[in-house]
C-alpha cells in the first residue's frame, strides 16, 4: 500500500488522475487488513489491496464530488452498497478518481476540476467518463478501481488506456450510493491489469441489494467459466460496427487481428447483424439526458451543495445551477428537459425509447446466432486532449459502440488488443444479459492465447 | 427541427439554468446540431414498437413496512449551505414565473 | 346554487396520508407530527446524491383497498413516474407519482344518494414542509424547510366533476372520511393534515352542457371550511358573470377570517411536469390472486352498513348514520342488540359516548333499565361503575340494593310528604301551571335517593292531583 502511495506521487503530477487521494483512510485500512491476514479471519482475495474510486461512488464521510464543482465539499453520510462491500472485504481505498462531471463526457475533460492524462502519452486524454479510475490503474497507482459505465464509461477509458474494464449487465451490481447521471443504463463496474482480476472485483461487488429495486436477486457467478477457453464458442461479428463513421484504419486492423486470435483459438467466428445500428447515438442522446435533468434537479442548493445567493429563491436556483454545472451537463439537461417538456415527449422521449427496444431487439437476434459479440470498443485510440471539446457531437461518437451494450442492458468487457499508432485498442466483447461470465470467459481466453 | 432562442429560455427556464448574455443564441445552434443528428429517428416507422424504459426485465422489489431510525439532525444538516434551528433556510420564495 | 339560472359544478381532488408505520420510498418512521424538524429523515428521504427508492409494500396494499372499496379498475400492471418542478419542499426536484398507469381508475362513491364517479386512485409521496415568520410565504424575506414529511405515503383520489353543490362537496368528503377510515388506510384527520381536498369549482347556465372556466381551490383543511369556500367561490364567480365579467382559471385560496376566496398566483403560468416513468423502479405487476384477497377482506363499508342497520334493525336513518361514524360503534352496537337488547334502546345508548363495555354487559344494563328494574339515571351510574370494574351490570345492581322503588303504598308515602311540604307548588298544579309538577317530581326523586321509579311517581302524581 505504502508502495502505492509513493506511485501516486510520482505519477500523479503527470496523469492527474485522483481528485482526492485518501492516506489516512487508506493507512488505517491497511492496518486493519494486516491484523486480519495475520489473524486469518476474515481474509477475501480483496483484503489489504489498494483500489481507487470514481468520484460519483459515495464514501462515507470522504467528499464526495461527481467531479462537478455543484458538490464541492460534499461529505455523504453514508457508503454506497459496493463500497460497503469492500470495506467488509478488507479493501483498501486510496481516494477518489477523477471524472467527466457526473460521468457525462468521453475524455474527462469536462471535470470540473482538471483534466486527466492518458499515461501512455501524457498529451491525450484517458477516455471518459471513468477517466481518473483507467489512468490510475494504467499507471500503476492502483491495482484495481471501481468506475460507472452509462454508455461506455468503463470500456471507453479502458481501450484507450490499455487496461481491462467490465460493464456488468445492468442490475448485477448495487447502483445504491452511486451519484446518477441515467438511472435506467448506469452500471458499476471494475478496471484492473487483468481479466482474472477485474472479475474477482465484480464477484465481490455484485449480487441483490434490498436498497436498489433494480438489483437483480440472481446467482453471482462470474468466475464459474473464467478459464474455460473459447473452443466451440460462436463469436459474432457485426458487420455494422465495422464500418461506423470515423472508425480508424489502425483500430479497426488490430480489432481484426485479434479475432483471429481467437479463431486459433478455437472459436468460430460468424457475421451478425445489428441493423439499428446507426440509431444507437440517436436514441441514446434522448434517453439519457432527459434522465439526467431529471437525476440533477435535486442540486438545488438547498440541503447541500454550491450555493450562488441570488435576490430571491429563483434567482438562487438560476446562478447556483448556472454556475455550478460545467457546459456539457448544462447542455446534456436542456437537452433532456427538451425532450420530455410538453409538445415533445411524443416525439423524442417515447420515440427514443421505441428505438430502444428496436436495439434491444437487435441483440436478441443476434444473440441466436452466437455465444457473444466482439468488436472494437473505441473507434478510435486517444485523442490529444482538446481536440473534440468544441465539437459535442464528435465527442458523443466516440461511445457509438459501446452504448448499445447499455441501452440493451448488457454486460460487456474492453480487453486490451495491442496498438494503433502505438496507442492501446480494445477489443469488446458483449454477452446476453446475465451472461457476464461469457464476456469475462472470452476476453480471458483472449488474454491467455494473446499472451 | 431547429430551436429558436425562445425555446432555449423556455427550456433553461424549465431547468433552472441561468443564462448569460448570448448564451440563447449559442444553445439554439449546439442544441440544435445535435437535435439534427437525433432526428434521424423519424426515418423509423415505430407506430407498433413497445417503449423500453428498462432494459434488462425485472420484478418489482418491495419492503417490508417496517420503520427504521434514519440520520439525526446534525447529520442531516451537515451539507447544508444554510440551517438554523434544525431547519434548511432558502431565500425569498416568489411564485409567478420572472 | 341558491340562484335557479345558475348551476355549480364542482370536482375533488383528495389527498389522504396512508397509515403506513414507514414512508413510501425509505424507512424512516411517519409519526413526524411534533417532532424536532429534520429529525425524521435519513438520506433517502433527503434526496442526496445516489441514494434509491424502494416501495413500501403496505403502501400499495392500502391504496389497492381504497381503490377496491371505491369499486375502481385495479390496474394488472402500474407504475411509477416523475414529476419534475423545483420547489424546495421538494427534496430531489421531482416527486415519485403515478401518472399514465394509476393504480386504481372509473370508480365511485355514493353521496346521500347520489353516484359520483371516481376518475382516478393513484399512490404519491408526500412533500417537505415550509415555514416562514410572520409574512406570508410568497413575500417573506426567508423561509425554513422542514423535510421530516417529505415521502409520507399519499394517496390522491380523484372525482369527476359530479358534484353539484357546497354541501354535496363536502358531504363527498366526509363519506370518503369514513371509508378510508374503515378499512384503516388513512386516519384521515384533515386537522392534522392527513387529508387534504382541493376542489375545481366552475358555474354555468342552468341546463347548459358546457363546462365553465374552472378554479382551484385550496388550503382547505377541514369540512367546514370546504363547505364555505365552495359555497363561497360558487357565488363569487355568479357574480361576476352576472356582472358581465369573465372567470380567470386560477388557484385561489380561502380565509377563514375574511370568509372569502382569494387569488393565490397573479402570474399564471403554464405547468410542465415533463412526467416520465421513474427509472429507478421497475414496474408493478399487481397480481390479481393478491388483488381478490384483499377485496375479500374487505369490512363492509359504511354507506352500506348504514342502509342494513335501518333495514335490518328498524332503525332511523339518522341513528343509523351515527352508529356507522366509526366501525368500532357498529360493531358494539350489533354486537349489543345480538346480546338480547332492543336495538333502538342500544342506539340511544351508544350514540354520542361509546360505552367500553363488553356487548353482553352493556345488553344486561340496557335490560336492567328497560324492564323497570333501576332507572336510567341509576343506569348511567352502573355503566360508569361497569366500565371501571368490568364486572355485569346485575351483580352491581344486586350489591348496591339500586333497584329503584316501584312500590305504590311506598311512594304514596313519599308523594303525600312532598305535597305538604310544598303547598306553593300544589296550588299552582292546581292553577293549571303544569310545569309545576316537575318542580315536585325533583322533590320525590330527592326523598328516594334517585331510586325511585319516575314514570309511576308521575302517574301518581298527576292522579292525586287531578291534574
Not at chain 1, 474510486?53 to 464526495?64: F, N
Not at chain 1, 442540486?299 to 445551477?321: A, H, I, K, Q, W
Request: glycine share 8%; charged share 25%.
Amino acid at each position: 500500500m505504502e508502495r502505492h502511495l509513493a506511485v501516486i506521487e510520482r505519477e500523479e503530477p503527470r496523469i492527474g488522475a485522483f481528485l482526492r487521494v485518501t492516506e489516512d483512510l487508506a493507512r488505517s485500512q491497511a492496518a486493519e487488513a494486516d491484523r486480519r491476514l495475520a489473524s486469518g479471519e476474515g481474509v477475501t482475495p480483496l483484503t489489504g489491496i489498494p483500489l481507487a474510486i470514481k468520484d460519483v461512488i459515495c464514501v462515507a464521510g470522504v467528499e464526495t464530488t461527481a467531479g462537478s464543482r455543484i458538490l464541492s465539499g460534499f461529505r455523504p453520510p453514508y457508503d454506497a452498497t459496493v463500497i460497503a462491500r469492500l470495506r467488509e472485504a478488507g479493501a483498501v481505498f486510496l481516494g477518489m478518481t477523477n471524472c467527466d462531471e457526473f460521468a457525462m463526457g468521453s475524455s474527462t475533460e469536462n471535470s470540473g476540476y482538471h483534466p486527466t492524462r492518458n499515461p501512455h502519452d501524457p498529451s491525450r486524454v484517458p477516455g471518459g467518463s471513468s477517466g481518473g479510475s483507467a489512468a490510475a490503474v494504467a499507471s500503476g497507482e492502483a491495482v484495481y478501481a471501481l468506475g460507472t459505465d452509462t454508455g461506455g464509461s468503463i470500456r471507453q477509458p479502458a481501450a484507450l488506456c490499455g487496461v481491462v474494464g467490465m460493464k456488468p449487465t445492468y442490475g448485477r451490481v448495487s447502483r445504491y450510493g452511486l451519484i446518477a447521471f441515467a438511472s435506467s443504463l448506469d452500471q458499476i463496474g471494475p478496471f484492473a491489469t487483468g481479466v482474472r482480476d477485474a472479475a474477482l472485483v465484480l464477484q465481490a461487488v455484485s449480487g441483490p441489494d434490498p436498497r436498489d429495486a433494480t438489483s437483480a436477486d440472481r446467482p453471482v457467478d462470474v468466475l464459474s467459466e473464467l478459464e474455460a477457453g473459447v473452443e466451440g464458442l460462436r463469436l459474432g461479428v457485426p458487420r455494422e460496427y465495422f464500418q461506423v463513421e470515423g472508425m480508424e484504419p489502425g483500430v479497426k486492423a488490430t480489432v481484426e487481428r485479434a479475432l483471429l486470435v481467437l479463431e486459433r483459438a478455437g472459436a468460430e467466428l460468424v457475421e451478425v447483424s445489428l441493423p439499428h445500428t446507426d440509431y444507437g447515438l440517436a436514441a441514446y442522446y434522448i434517453i439519457a439526458p432527459a434522465e439526467c435533468s431529471s437525476n440533477l434537479a435535486r442540486f438545488d442548493s438547498v440541503r447541500y451543495g454550491l450555493r450562488v445567493e441570488g435576490e430571491n429563491l429563483l434567482e438562487t436556483y438560476l446562478r447556483t445551477r448556472r454556475q455550478g454545472f460545467g457546459p456539457e451537463v448544462r447542455r446534456r439537461i436542456m437537452l433532456g428537459t427538451y425532450a420530455l417538456s410538453a409538445g415533445y415527449y411524443d416525439a423524442y422521449y417515447l420515440r427514443a425509447q421505441k428505438v430502444r427496444t428496436l436495439i434491444a431487439r437487435d441483440f436478441e437476434q443476434a444473440f441466436l446466432h452466437c455465444d457473444a459479440i466482439v468488436s472494437a470498443t473505441s473507434p478510435v485510440v486517444a485523442f490529444p486532449l482538446g481536440a473534440k471539446l468544441a465539437d459535442p457531437l464528435a465527442m458523443y461518437l466516440n461511445d457509438v459502440l459501446t452504448l448499445g451494450g447499455n441501452l440493451a442492458g448488457l454486460p460487456g468487457v474492453s480487453v486490451p488488443c495491442g496498438t494503433s499508432e502505438g496507442l492501446p485498442v480494445g477489443l469488446q466483447v458483449l454477452a446476453p444479459q446475465w451472461r457476464d461470465a461469457t464476456a469475462l470467459r472470452v476476453a480471458r481466453a483472449y488474454e491467455v492465447a494473446r499472451d | 427541427m431547429s430551436l429558436t432562442a425562445e425555446d432555449v429560455r423556455h427550456v433553461a427556464m424549465l431547468a433552472r439554468l441561468g443564462l448569460e448574455p448570448g448564451e440563447e443564441e449559442f444553445y439554439a445552434a449546439q442544441l440544435g446540431a445535435i437535435l439534427a443528428h437525433i432526428d434521424r429517428l423519424r426515418e423509423l416507422d415505430t407506430e407498433a414498437i413497445p417503449p423500453t424504459a428498462q432494459a434488462v426485465p425485472l420484478p418489482a422489489r418491495m419492503r417490508e413496512d417496517e420503520p427504521r431510525p434514519g440520520l439525526s439532525q446534525e447529520r442531516a444538516l451537515a451539507n447544508a449551505p444554510a440551517a438554523r434551528e434544525g431547519y434548511f433556510v432558502v431565500g425569498a420564495i416568489q411564485e409567478a414565473e420572472p | 346554487m341558491t340562484d335557479s339560472r345558475w348551476e355549480a359544478v364542482i370536482g375533488l381532488e383528495v389527498h389522504a396520508q396512508l397509515a403506513t408505520r414507514s414512508k413510501m420510498f425509505c424507512s424512516c418512521p411517519t409519526d413526524y407530527l411534533g417532532a424536532p424538524p429534520n429529525t425524521n429523515v435519513c438520506e433517502v428521504c433527503l434526496g442526496l446524491p445516489g441514494v434509491l427508492p424502494v416501495i413500501n409494500r403496505r403502501a400499495v396494499e392500502l391504496t389497492v383497498r381504497t381503490a377496491l372499496a371505491l369499486g375502481c379498475r385495479i390496474a394488472r400492471h402500474t407504475r411509477f413516474d416523475r414529476k419534475n418542478y423545483f420547489y424546495p419542499d421538494l427534496p430531489k426536484g421531482y416527486q415519485i407519482s403515478q401518472y399514465e398507469l394509476p393504480i386504481g381508475r372509473e370508480g365511485r362513491l355514493e353521496v346521500n344518494g347520489r353516484t359520483v364517479r371516481i376518475t382516478r386512485v393513484h399512490l404519491e409521496e408526500d412533500t417537505g414542509k415550509l415555514l416562514h415568520a410572520g409574512d406570508a410565504l410568497e413575500t417573506a424575506g426567508e423561509s425554513l424547510v422542514d423535510l421530516n414529511r417529505a415521502g409520507v405515503p399519499l394517496m390522491e383520489i380523484v372525482s369527476e366533476p359530479d358534484l353539484t353543490g357546497a354541501d354535496e362537496a363536502r358531504d363527498y368528503a366526509v363519506t370518503l372520511r369514513e371509508i378510508l377510515r374503515a378499512i384503516g388506510a388513512s386516519e384521515a384527520d384533515m386537522e392534522k393534515g392527513q387529508l387534504r381536498a382541493e376542489a375545481n369549482v366552475s358555474v354555468r347556465p342552468r341546463g347548459s352542457t358546457e363546462l365553465g372556466v374552472k378554479t382551484e381551490l385550496k388550503n382547505i383543511n377541514s369540512f367546514r371550511f370546504l363547505q364555505r369556500a365552495v359555497e363561497h367561490e360558487i357565488r363569487r364567480q355568479i357574480r361576476l358573470l352576472e356582472s358581465g365579467g369573465v372567470v380567470v382559471q386560477e388557484t385561489r385560496g380561502w380565509s377563514e377570517a375574511e370568509q372569502r376566496t382569494f387569488s393565490q398566483r397573479t402570474k399564471e403560468y403554464a405547468q410542465d411536469y415533463r412526467y416520465f416513468p421513474e427509472p429507478d423502479l421497475p414496474p408493478l405487476e399487481l397480481d390479481p390472486a393478491w388483488v381478490e384477497r384483499l377485496r375479500a377482506s374487505l369490512p363492509e363499508l359504511p354507506p352500506a352498513r348504514r342502509r342494513r342497520l335501518v333495514e335490518q334493525y328498524g332503525l332511523p336513518e339518522f341513528d343509523a348514520g351515527q352508529l356507522t361514524l366509526d366501525a368500532a360503534t357498529a360493531d358494539l352496537f350489533e354486537a349489543t342488540v345480538a346480546a338480547g337488547a332492543p336495538p333502538k334502546q342500544v342506539a340511544n345508548w351508544i350514540i354520542g359516548s361509546r360505552p367500553s363495555l363488553a356487548p353482553e354487559h352493556l345488553a344486561e344494563l340496557i335490560r336492567l333499565v328497560v324492564e323497570g328494574t333501576i332507572n336510567r339515571e341509576q343506569g348511567l351510574q352502573v355503566l360508569e361503575e361497569a366500565q371501571a370494574s368490568g364486572r355485569p351490570p346485575g351483580e352491581l345492581v344486586r350489591e348496591r340494593g339500586l333497584t329503584q322503588v316501584s312500590d305504590e303504598a311506598a311512594l304514596a308515602g313519599v308523594i303525600e310528604r312532598v305535597l305538604a311540604e310544598n303547598p306553593r307548588a300544589v296550588a299552582d298544579v292546581r292553577a293549571g301551571r303544569q310545569q309545576a309538577i316537575g318542580a315536585l317530581l325533583g322533590q320525590v326523586r330527592q326523598a328516594t335517593g334517585g331510586r325511585a321509579n319516575m314514570k309511576l311517581a308521575t302517574e301518581m302524581l298527576r292522579r292525586r292531583l287531578g291534574s
